[in-house]
């Protein structure tokens, strides 16, 4: 229909649609952990039953595989702390970004209610906490009716 | 060539179609087999009441929500489970609810994201000031501090000079003045005009309505109603009120 479209057509056609990153981090994170549980529970595993042991190669081998096991909980302890990191540091910059909104807001109103920079840097003092005060110095200032009689 | 509920396919697949959408958060679907397409360089205006699933929709038409079914097509393609970043670059731009640009940047750092996609920043520049001058004036001015009106300016001038193809606008008139939601809804029926496909999703239907080709009406995570803008006006207030 115009250059627009066909561009659109073009582009969409070779775009590569896979899965989502954060599912596939899902993933990893659980693989991690799943590393990490078996290599320690297969290390331990295979330590204790090289403690039975009497024959120096049957103890070596356990001893390699419990060796090899402790690597892969390391590795898995590595995965899993890699992407567990990355979902809480998504979640950090969200409320750092959050964050940074709230300020730009409050700084937007305080200038929309015509405070100067320097009133910022004071306690916030509403209008009606303003109005208050005034109404209860004039009040304090004012003779009581029927007082001086 | 097949007729689908949001308007018809004049030539060929629409530059965006909705297929059978359903999405949920967590174990709560919100969308409920949505179909809805925006035909090339129309305005397809989607209505309804808070929490009828209209931003849903557009999250899940900007990739940023994987819907649990169903199908998401641009020009054809089916797209369904591309990230937001994949479908901004072939030209899907979305424009989200609320303020739509970085709050702690200037008016000209805003616009250089645009030189992401397309583009360098003196070009970016001369298009969105083209359009919008008052930007101009405030170029550099942190965004947040601009006003509701400017930033919406901010935020569909920098989707615009990505030249995209279809054009995803959410709660566009939100907090906003009257005033400036008629003049920004008279800048988006000016890019209708130039080609570009476009889906706003508005709770305030007078202010769209105006500009539609097409509008359609959500209630509960469905497509109730289609039809023209004149077809839709009078049945607005049940669809709002639940009538």
Redesign the interface.
């Known amino acids: ?2 250059d ?2 066909e ?3 073009a ?3 070779e ?1 590569k ?5 954060a599912s596939r981090d899902g993933l990893y994170q659980a693989a991690g952990g799943v590393a990490m549980g078996v290599g320690v529970v297969v290390a331990f595993a295979a330590y204790q039953m090289s403690l039975g042991k009497d024959d120096p190669r049957d103890i070596s081998s356990l001893v390699i595989l419990a060796v090899s096991m402790l690597a892969l909980a390391v590795v898995g302890a590595a995965v899993f702390l890699r992407y567990s990191l990355a979902r809480f540091l998504r979640f950090w910059l969200l409320r750092q970004l959050y964050e ?2 709230a300020q ?2 409050q ?2 109103s305080h ?1 929309g209610n015509g405070r100067d920079m320097d009133s910022l840097r004071r306690p916030y003092v509403s209008e009606s906490d303003t109005y208050e005060r005034r109404n209860t110095a004039e009040e304090a200032d004012t003779p009581a009716k029927g007082s001086g009689g | 060539m097949s007729e689908r509920t949001a308007g018809a396919i004049v030539d060929g697949s629409p530059p965006l179609d909705l297929v059978g959408v359903r999405a949920a958060y967590g174990g709560i679907e919100v969308l409920h087999g949505v179909d809805l397409a925006v035909p090339a360089g129309s305005v397809v205006a989607l209505l309804g009441a808070n929490g009828a699933g209209k931003s849903t929709l557009v999250k899940v038409a900007a990739g940023l929500l994987r819907p649990t079914a169903g199908a998401v097509r641009v020009a054809g393609t089916d797209v369904t489970g591309a990230p937001s970043h994949d479908l901004a670059r072939i030209g899907v731009c979305t424009i989200p609810e609320g303020r739509g640009v970085f709050p702690n940047l200037t008016v000209r750092e805003n616009l250089w994201m645009a030189t992401q996609v397309r583009g360098t920043l003196a070009e970016v520049e001369e298009a969105a000031y083209a359009r919008f001058p008052r930007l101009g004036e405030r170029r550099a001015q942190l965004a947040g501090t601009l006003s509701g009106g400017e930033q919406q300016m901010l935020a569909l001038s920098r989707a615009l000079v990505t030249d995209p193809a279809v054009l995803l606008l959410d709660e566009l008139s939100m907090g906003l003045a009257p005033i400036v939601v008629q003049r920004l809804y008279e800048t988006v029926a000016q890019v209708a005009a130039e080609g570009i496909s476009i889906l706003v999703v508005e709770q305030f239907a007078q202010a769209v309505l105006g500009i539609a080709d097409r509008a359609a009406i959500m209630v509960n995570g469905e497509i109730t109603r289609t039809g023209s803008p004149a077809e839709l006006a009078s049945e607005l207030s049940s669809a709002y009120l639940g009538g």
């Open positions: 229909m115009n627009r479209i561009r659109l057509r582009e969409a056609a775009l649609v896979g899965r989502q990153t940074g909104q730009v807001d700084l937007v200038l």
